[in-house]
């Protein structure tokens, strides 16, 4: 740490709310102003050539080992993308350590390279390596070959959870192990595999992309994998899986099952009172003079749909409604998001029917999908353009193709169509 010059750097504070992971967490230990700050500072031009002079030096590339495509390496990063500068951000490996972490820097190359490289970013002209970076390579078991439970299809009882699956990251490995010791817990007690679907976690969409398409690189989860990203949210995992974990798994305790319990009757109690309550926009807007509700609104509204807009809130439409809505004032921060996401969760649900009527659809051949207009990933661009599929559901079918990239291609395939249409309807007229 002292051998950083943090004022050359970008200092970013921590939050000054700092977010518990778990509703049973009132709060957390250290105040905001006892955080300690992260630094951003960038590599430079000098370090991109020093990178390219030494490229061949690299254990990762001399090897053409295939990294993680999410988490490269400096030498991928130069490589990949030239003439860049990347960042690289400086935290703070522990309140009583003096270490600092330089994330975006990892790579494979010789020490005595990487203290170059190093002293050639802005900030750590000075910097002195407590341990140079290094390259892992595993090999891995191909994932079809499990069930969802993990467990090994050729192999009764064996469970195999994290990187050997072909995996990378740290959350991606600790989900599998929680599964995979699930079940096997539940096999040596002679009990059924459980599975999770991936309507209901990110740990089912996990297991069912490795076990039904395998990897071709390091599998990273992402949140555009799921096809209910809307509905699959930080805040509401306790109602989706808590009951679950507690009933079937029994890996819950008590007190954790019974605020859960009482969570999801207090929001769903709240959501039927937010939704019985109905009236014309207009008396909305006389009612809550700071309610940013348009004058071109005269229908009928909810409060639960007023609740969708940022500028109200539970306390405002409790203030005017107390025996409706007091009793339910401590899950303010959670009716809100429900109604905010509520419209976005029934669409996407509605476009998922409609990939799934639409499979035959026909993808214009030779399409140049690296320069659609769509929002796709580098990953899902280069997949279709080697693959070139001739319908939406063969494009569904493909490995590593995500349910968010088949809804976003039939919206392009679909308005394609339509700005063809117009383009034939002036011509004929």
């Not at 943090?6 to 000054?16: K, M, S």
């Not at 192999?155 to 990187?163: D, P, S, T």
């Amino acid at each position: 740490r002292d051998s950083v010059e943090f004022g050359q750097t970008d200092r970013h504070a921590g939050d000054q709310r700092p977010m518990p992971f778990s509703y049973l967490t009132a709060e957390v230990d250290i105040q905001p102003e006892e955080q300690l700050p992260c630094y951003l500072t960038h590599t430079t031009p000098a370090v991109e050539q020093l990178v390219k002079d030494n490229v061949h030096l690299s254990a990762h590339i001399a090897q053409d080992a295939k990294g993680p495509r999410y988490c490269p390496s400096l030498e991928s990063k130069v490589l990949r993308f030239p003439g860049r500068q990347h960042q690289v951000w400086l935290e703070p490996e522990g309140l009583s350590s003096d270490l600092v972490y330089p994330q975006g820097l990892s790579m494979t190359l010789p020490p005595e390279v990487q203290e170059k490289v190093v002293r050639l970013i802005p900030g750590l002209e000075r910097a002195e390596i407590a341990a140079p970076g290094y390259g892992v390579q595993y090999d891995y078991v191909e994932p079809t070959q499990l069930f969802h439970s993990l467990q090994c299809r050729s192999v009764q009882g064996l469970f195999l959870a994290g990187q050997i699956n072909g995996t990378t990251g740290y959350e991606e490995a600790a989900a599998q192990g929680l599964w995979a010791g699930v079940n096997a817990g539940r096999s040596a007690r002679s009990l059924p595999l459980l599975s999770l679907s991936r309507t209901e976690s990110y740990i089912g969409v996990l297991l069912d992309d490795l076990v039904t398409q395998g990897v071709s690189e390091p599998y990273r989860m992402f949140t555009s994998r799921a096809e209910f990203r809307t509905v699959l949210r930080p805040d509401n995992a306790d109602l989706r899986l808590t009951h679950r974990g507690f009933e079937e798994v029994g890996c819950v305790s008590v007190q954790r099952y019974q605020e859960a319990v009482r969570v999801r009757d207090g929001l769903t109690a709240g959501i039927e009172a937010l939704r019985s309550l109905s009236l014309p926009a207009a008396q909305w807007r006389n009612m809550l003079t700071h309610c940013a509700l348009s004058h071109s609104k005269t229908a009928h509204l909810s409060a639960l749909e007023l609740l969708q807009y940022q500028s109200v809130t539970l306390e405002m439409l409790s203030a005017t409604f107390p025996e409706s809505f007091a009793p339910f004032l401590e899950f303010s921060e959670r009716l809100k998001i429900e109604a905010v996401y509520l419209p976005h969760s029934e669409l996407q649900e509605q476009e998922i029917r409609r990939v799934r009527r639409e499979e035959g659809l026909a993808l214009p051949p030779g399409l140049d999908y690296l320069s659609l207009p769509a929002s796709l990933s580098l990953e899902v661009r280069e997949l279709l353009h080697r693959a070139q599929p001739p319908t939406l559901g063969a494009a569904t079918r493909l490995p590593g193709m995500t349910p968010a990239a088949v809804v976003h291609l039939l919206r392009y395939v679909h308005k394609m169509e339509k700005e063809r249409g117009k383009e034939v309807e002036s011509g004929v007229l």
